[in-house]
Antibody
């Protein structure tokens, strides 16, 4: 079983919302950041955003208000919603775990140690 | 923060020493990570905090630098090292990646 297992729609219509899920089988939400990253041949790897154990999110400003990341700690899952999809959003989407670097009582993401298997998403017009 | 990797691709032979550079658009101290991605696979962390080797990564991989200029060196390139390498900065949001360097067999 994969440490992070992701699933969701593979084909999304233009202007609709992409929804992806990621189940955590390695550790728990504690002490990590949980991220979504996508990859395209043209733009390479792009960090989309993250959520931490407290539910605090950080998003890539390039996605403006289209992105939402949430979590369900009871199910050990976190989720990506990306609204108003267009052809430019066609990519492989990955969920990922980032280890934390601690500064006193605060922490920041440090590096990605686990990736989901990837979800190819195509946007149709 | 933009990360510019060079070269974008290179050809090398088994046993060669390979150097890949990553330049940041502003000072990121040592908050730099290197990943390797083999074809059809997910990226794998090689080095974090500029020069700390991830557990299990062969010692022929090394990283150096600080501020804006960073280097990934592969000593004695092995067949399994032919892949694409990415740098990532974790100094500030949004976290960003370099464009990648593809290492191909000469």
């Amino acid at each position: 079983q994969e440490e992070l297992q992701q699933w969701g729609a593979r084909l999304v219509k233009s202007s609709e919302t992409l929804s992806l899920n990621c189940a955590i089988y390695v550790g728990s939400f504690s002490d990590h950041f949980w991220a979504w990253i996508r990859q395209t041949p043209g733009k390479g790897l792009e960090w989309l955003g993250e959520i931490n154990e407290s539910g605090k999110t950080n998003y890539n400003p390039s996605l403006k208000s289209r992105i939402s990341i949430s979590m369900d700690t009871s199910k050990n899952q976190f989720f990506l919603n990306l609204a108003s999809m267009s052809a430019a959003d066609t990519a492989i989407y990955y969920c990922a775990r980032m280890k934390s670097l601690h500064f006193g009582v605060s922490s920041v993401p440090y590096y990605i140690d686990y990736w989901g298997q990837g979800s190819p998403v195509d946007v149709s017009s | 923060i933009q990360l510019t990797q060079s070269p974008s691709s290179l050809s090398a032979s088994v046993g060669d020493r390979v150097t890949i550079t990553c330049r940041a658009s502003q000072d990121i101290s040592t908050y730099l990570v290197w990943y390797q991605q083999r074809p059809g696979k997910v990226p794998k962390v090689l080095i974090f905090s500029t020069s700390t080797l991830q557990s299990g990564v062969p010692s022929r991989f090394s990283g150096s630098g600080s501020g804006m200029d960073f280097t990934l060196t592969i000593n004695s390139l092995q067949p399994e090292d032919f892949a694409t390498y990415y740098c990532q900065q974790v100094k500030s949001y949004p976290l960003t990646f370099g464009g990648g360097t593809k290492v191909e067999i000469k």
